[in-house]
């Protein structure tokens, strides 16, 4: 290839995407124009229309790797450039996390034979699992004094240590030099615990998981980063197989990302990188933006000037910029900036959903031109935001909103229902949840043209859309009369076991007979051992019950897959541990565990993604900081919830604890209150570049004197909120 690298450097949506993919054709076109002549001087004719194009490719072995922050984003950058080269050329496009997982697997005999591991397939380790395999691995050292010292109870510290062999991880820094960096960077402070005895802790973990095959996301960041990187023989076919490397948005990626393109650049390989000044989303979470800018010397820079002209930022972006970081500034803002004032949240919630609702009844605006973005946005506020504007029939897209398993009433169902076949659950299950599980389990087939066949439905398919054969109240009454409690072997009687059974009615009690009925049939299967797994006994429920040839609403789709993978995923992890070190437990302790790991909340529904097919959804878009962000989208009305918050100078998103320390240009070095202050400073700056670069027509700041603890609001952005001329409040609205 005879480009060069390139660095494209600009703010959101200036263009930066779509100038990678220009110069991506670009290479195409001069390694096409390479390859013809190359084949014209080995055979001395012509290139002619009827000699396939791979074999003018195939001369130079080409391969490109695409590199993309988060998985939404991959998708997108892949389709985009498959559809712009016709699918031709050879393209991988994953994320640096995925792209570092594929390897250590795919090289795993390698890393065998250098570290001296035993011979097995590794398996990764979900972070719910690894919180709860390490918790049992520590737990006889994080005693109470232990406990006393940190501050926090035993989840959040076994988190949080975990955190800092990930955030190692992604620095470059191997395990065994954490304690050297924590121990510098903590200096004198006695608030936290030793150094050395949470390295200590992380190497043990380490080597526990690397005998066992088990790899988490900072021990699979640490084996490649530590040791595939410097193998000779792995550089030999890293460089073999990529001539070229596309990474969007650099300023998310880890240091070792760094690593990676300059070993590739090294070997002749030429790289196409954008960088975002205001981006910076994951600083905090394991991104090193400084670090990844110091690629740009290495590379021809290109500056793509000026926000994108449809959006507000060169309008808004300086004065409010000006006002957060100088209250003192008497300053108005122009009319593209609304505000809405109230004295409590719970009203606030209510006027702005109103507010949309108007708004997209009299055609000001349509649903998918709208975003509500909060820096954090608790139950009461999605489920308020969600009710008002479903019943005016407005459609809500909730962005990853990753709530617990748990709260879903079908995995509440199919897990009293693995308590009523297995025995030695009885504990598990009680009469209101076998009330809950009859409601679910009898539910009747949706109609055709249902909304519930919409896909990405989330929350704004109302709960009155399903229908069952047995109603809360028949339940509670079999529930009541017909549930037999038992420890070992919990019990449902025939429905005949209530001397009124005639008042169930004959759909409820066909329902509860074909229930009881199958329930029976998969003991007795269980007691021949003809069931081969826990997982299998749940997929035909799901079949039989829930499935059965229908399409379920979005949101139950989605739990049920993660229920599986979850469910497949903890028995494989199982298996593997006793195969290694057997050990004598009840029959079915591990469907216990199961069960609890589940209820604690640790794990939410957030499968692998169904894309819906054809355009985007048109709904209104729910979303925190974060995740708005992390999505780059835009839209024409922005809603900013809780402007009087202070938790938008966090970002939407807690920062990693000792994550500062791990940053390269300040490895170890102690972060002050006043180094958080700047932080915080410099964080709302980009936030408010981003989002203003991300709305085209109107910005309406959302703001409650009180918060939900009934607390006074003084957050960052408050001077914007009195610094409105528009002013929507109780009073003129009512």
């Known amino acids: 290839m005879v480009s060069h690298s390139v660095w494209i450097v600009g703010t959101s949506r200036s263009g930066k995407t779509a100038r990678l993919v220009e110069q991506f054709c670009n290479w195409v076109k001069s390694e096409k124009q390479y390859t013809e002549s190359f084949y014209t001087k080995k055979t001395g004719r012509k290139k002619t229309g009827d000699v396939p194009e791979f074999l003018y490719l195939k001369q130079t072995e080409p391969g490109v790797l695409v590199l993309a922050a988060n998985d939404d984003n991959r998708r997108e950058l892949g389709d985009i450039i498959v559809t712009s080269t016709l699918g031709k050329y050879p393209v991988r496009a994953k994320t640096p996390l995925g792209f570092f997982q594929d390897e250590v697997i795919l090289f795993w005999p390698l890393l065998i034979n250098s570290l001296n591991l035993k011979a097995q397939f590794p398996v990764r380790l979900r972070p719910e699992t690894e919180q709860e395999l390490a918790t049992k691995l520590w737990r006889p050292q994080l005693d109470e004094e232990i406990l006393r010292m940190a501050g926090v109870n035993e989840s959040r510290l076994v988190r949080r240590i975990l955190d800092l062999l990930q955030l190692a991880a992604y620095s470059g820094i191997p395990c065994e030099d954490i304690a050297q960096i924590l121990a510098k960077g903590l200096g004198e402070n006695t608030t936290t615990l030793e150094p050395e005895f949470l390295a200590s802790l992380l190497?043990?973990?380490?080597?526990?998981?690397?005998?066992?095959?088990?790899?988490?996301?900072?021990?699979?960041?640490?084996?490649?980063?530590?040791?595939?990187?410097?193998?000779?023989?792995?550089?030999?076919?890293?460089?073999k197989r990529y001539q070229a490397v596309l990474a969007d948005d650099v300023d998310d990626y880890p240091s070792v990302a760094r690593l990676l393109f300059e070993l590739l650049l090294d070997r002749g390989a030429v790289g196409a990188f954008s960088y975002n000044p205001d981006g910076a989303v994951r600083l905090g979470l394991g991104a090193d933006p400084n670090y990844l800018e110091g690629l740009a010397e290495r590379c021809r820079v290109e500056i793509l000037n000026g926000p994108p002209p449809e959006s507000l930022s060169e309008q808004l972006t300086k004065q409010m910029v000006e006002l957060v970081t100088s209250p003192m500034v008497m300053l108005s803002l122009p009319k593209t900036v609304h505000s809405i004032q109230t004295t409590s949240r719970a009203q606030l919630l209510r006027q702005t959903a109103e507010i949309i609702a108007d708004a997209i009844q009299s055609q000001q605006v349509q649903p998918e031109e709208v975003a509500i973005i909060a820096?954090?946005?608790?139950?009461?506020?999605?489920y308020t935001l969600v009710e008002i504007l479903v019943k005016q029939n407005i459609p809500v897209e909730s962005l990853n909103d990753q709530r617990p398993l748990i709260s879903s009433p079908v995995i509440r169902a199919l897990l009293t229902m693995l308590a009523l076949v297995y025995p030695g659950l009885g504990r598990l299950v009680d009469r209101d949840a076998v009330a809950e599980m009859l409601v679910v389990l009898s539910r009747k087939q949706p109609p055709e043209n249902s909304s519930l066949l919409t896909p990405n439905s989330s929350l704004s398919t109302p709960p009155s859309a399903l229908s069952t054969d047995i109603d809360p109240v028949r339940a509670g009454l079999i529930a009541d009369y017909c549930f037999v409690p038992h420890p070992d072997r919990p019990n449902l009687l025939p429905v005949s076991a209530f001397e009124r059974w005639d008042r169930i009615g004959y759909a409820a009690t066909t329902a509860y007979s074909e229930i009881l009925e199958w329930l029976e049939q998969q003991r007795s299967q269980q007691e021949l051992r003809l069931i081969p797994s826990p997982i299998s006994l749940l997929d035909r429920a799901i079949q039989r019950f829930l499935w059965n040839g229908s399409n379920l609403p979005y949101e139950q789709l989605a739990a049920l897959r993660e229920l599986l993978e979850t469910?497949?995923?903890?028995?494989?992890?199982?298996?593997?541990?006793?195969?290694?070190?057997?050990?004598?437990?009840?029959?079915?302790?591990?469907?216990?565990?199961?069960?609890?790991?589940?209820?604690?909340?640790?794990?939410?529904?957030?499968?692998?993604?169904?894309?819906?097919?054809?355009?985007a959804r048109k709904a209104v878009t729910l979303a925190t900081i974060f995740q708005y962000r992390s999505s780059r989208r835009s839209h024409q009305w922005h809603f900013w919830l809780d402007a009087g918050s202070p938790l938008w100078a966090k970002g939407g998103a807690a920062?990693?604890?000792?994550?500062?320390?791990?940053?390269?240009?300040?490895?170890?070095?102690?972060?002050?209150?006043?180094?958080e202050k700047l932080a915080e400073?410099?964080?709302?700056?980009?936030?408010?570049?981003?989002?203003?670069?991300?709305?085209?027509?109107?910005?309406?700041?959302?703001?409650?004197?009180?918060?939900?603890?009934g607390q006074e609001q003084i957050g960052p952005l408050l001077p914007l909120v009195n610094a409105c001329v528009t002013v929507i409040s109780e009073a003129n609205v009512n």
Do not use: K, M
């Not at 820096?375 to 999605?382: E, F, K, V």
């Not at 298996?575 to 609890?596: A, Y």
């Open 655 to 675: 920062t990693l604890f000792g994550a500062p320390f791990f940053l390269r240009d300040r490895l170890g070095e102690p972060w002050t209150a006043e180094d």
């Open 375 to 382: 820096p954090g946005l608790d139950a009461i506020a999605r």
């Open 203 to 239: 190497l043990d973990w380490r080597n526990w998981c690397l005998e066992r095959g088990l790899l988490t996301y900072g021990i699979i960041t640490e084996l490649y980063s530590q040791h595939l990187l410097s193998d000779r023989h792995y550089q030999q076919h890293l460089t």
């Open 681 to 709: 400073e410099q964080r709302l700056q980009r936030i408010l570049t981003d989002l203003l670069s991300r709305v085209s027509e109107r910005v309406y700041l959302c703001h409650s004197d009180l918060a939900v603890n």
């Open 567 to 615: 469910a497949q995923h903890y028995w494989e992890i199982d298996t593997r541990l006793r195969q290694i070190t057997p050990v004598e437990t009840t029959p079915h302790t591990t469907i216990i565990e199961f069960i609890q790991l589940l209820r604690r909340g640790t794990i939410t529904a957030n499968a692998y993604p169904v894309r819906p097919i054809g355009g």
